[in-house]
């Protein structure tokens, strides 16, 4: 508590000083807590936000005229916002209010994200682009509703420079050509699994949007033409293409002769593609600075290709998941690509730890590794690993089963900047193992998952020493327990992902340590057999920020424990219910109350009947956008209910 004297000479300093003080202030809660100190505090973020995300809907009005001088509107949590809403925002709070007109807070507004608004139609988006003048940024991806029209109603905000159209199923080329001939000074697009998309479209873009710096087609079935056209972009310096089945080194072939300020190119999953289409890529563009070709080389790299790769003395990262390399390849790669600082070698036949040790000596200034399923690789290798490339901030060891206590050790003494590492299945780590781990103590994640040997003990080395973990990974974890999740819980307060699935020994106390975690978001807890309604409680009434939670086969929680959830959290977004034992009146509540709620599964529900489902699907239809039930259901629900969720844009899935 400041003394008087304390809070008289902070209040002193003038607005520009708290201004400054405040826009040092990084985390939002931070800037919770600056806000609550006195009136003058929240009167500066007032004037100084410039970014807000909104969780709930309801309170969008009264934010928006709180904070008059937004810049960047993030409205992806709020998935009921329809052309109504919209409207009303740009006039008044309601009818006969006397509140002022909230138009205003669109003026300066540079950014806009719009991501999942099924309800946002051609009207709602023309209003916005028409009161944004100044708008430069739209993230209208998986708006199952967007299409041509929509497409046409944004293209009136001629000043968009980025745009994001991802999985906007009804889009064609229609729309594709008003975007570029409205909007013709855009410099990034993101396309990807817009499947309507053609040659023609592409075409017709890369002719009207000149300035375009990224561009992402991933997942299209486009052709080598489009690569034809996109060839013809000079300030194009990253190239999307990951799992196009249609085009592959012919077209490859003209990326070679365009594009002179290629940077990044992704042809990762691309079938068609090979090693003769890489050093086409790679001829033309001896500046690249990051290549992803992971699971698209069936064989091993050629020769002619590693000879090309020779000039690549400016690449960063490459990927080449899934490929056979040979110990040339990695001699060829220390040798002459030493600036990278990320390699991915996950599911690679022929890694070998002589292989990593030659690539590791020359390549020092490596920060992120990936060597999932990379079976051979042994603690020989961790330890050149560690003892080389001293800035490692991601290690990924998935399944590499001869990894033991000796190469984290390693790991623990060298790589102090370590920030992630994925362990999931390596059965050679154990206690020991993880307390030479936990003096990486900027370690934020965590995955342990399958690791049988750890126990109690050896996780409270991580909740002692490795303070900054945001996400932990202890899926199948059988020796971990209620002891090891109080440790947890005592260190780990910034803890915002947590899997306790399979964990059969965790009980109500363990859950009851987990709801002390304030800033959790998404927690696993599948099969937990101990647990009953009043571990539920105790993480429902901590846990507020709890926005997605599986609970799948936690048959002896009862209702007490699902009223609570009902009750208190407010932020869930996804539920998994499946095999509980919730009745009719406590899942109409959970899917009535939980405001917030977009995806649910809802498979064997042995307690609730058809009618308790399908009041339980009315209580949620307005917001619900992708739910799973049991298949026999299909015939039983009745119609209305069915039309009126497909009417709305949910997904139904029968299991």
Known sequence: MLSFQ??????????????RIYELLAAESDRKSFRLVCREFRRIDTLTRRHLRVIRIEFLPILLRKYPRLQSLDLSACPRIDDGVVSLL????????????LGHWAWGLKSLVLSRATGLRFSGLEMLARACPCLESVDVSYCCGFGDREAAALSSAVGLRELNMDK?????????????????KLEKLSLKWCMEMTDLGIDLLCKKCVDLKYLDVSYLKVTNESLHSIASLLKLEVLGLMACPLIDDVGLQFIERGCPSLKVIDVSRCEGVSSSGLIFVVRGHRNLLELNAGYCLSQELSTALLHQMKNLN???????????????????ISANCKSLVEIGLSKCLGVTNMGIMRLVSACINLRVLNLTCCHSITDAAISAIAYSCRS????????????????????????????????????????????????CSELSCLKLGLCTNISNKGLSYIGFNCLKIHELDLYRCTGIGDDGLEALSNGCKKLRKLNLSYCNEVSDRGLGYIGRLEELSDLEMRALHKITGVGLEAVAVGCKRLADLDMKHCEKVGDSGFWALAYYSKNLRQINLSYCGISDMALCMVMGNLSRLQEAKLV???????EGVELALRACCVRIKKVKLFAPLRFMLSSEILE????????????
């Open 314 to 332: 400016h690449l960063e990262v490459i990927r080449i998941d899934g490929a056979r390399i040979s110990e040339t390849s990695f001699q060829v």
């Open 604 to 610: 064997h529900l042995s307690n609730c009947t058809v």
């Open 90 to 101: 740009l006039t008044r709070v309601g009818p006969g209010s006397n509140s002022p007109i």
């Open 392 to 439: 490692l901030v991601c290690l990924k060891v998935e399944s590499c089963n001869m990894i033991t206590e000796k190469g984290l050790c390693q790991l623990g003494s060298f790589c102090l900047l370590l920030e992630e590492i994925d362990l999931t299945d390596c059965c050679g780590v154990n206690d020991k193992g993880l307390e030479y781990l936990s003096r």
């Open 6 to 19: 304390s809070s008289k000479n902070v209040l002193s300093l003038t607005e520009d000083l708290l201004v």
């Open 644 to 655: 009126i969720l497909h009417a709305r844009g949910c997904i139904i899935r029968w299991d």
């Open 168 to 184: 906007c199923l009804q889009l064609t080329d229609v729309g594709l050509a008003k975007i570029a001939v409205g909007c013709s």
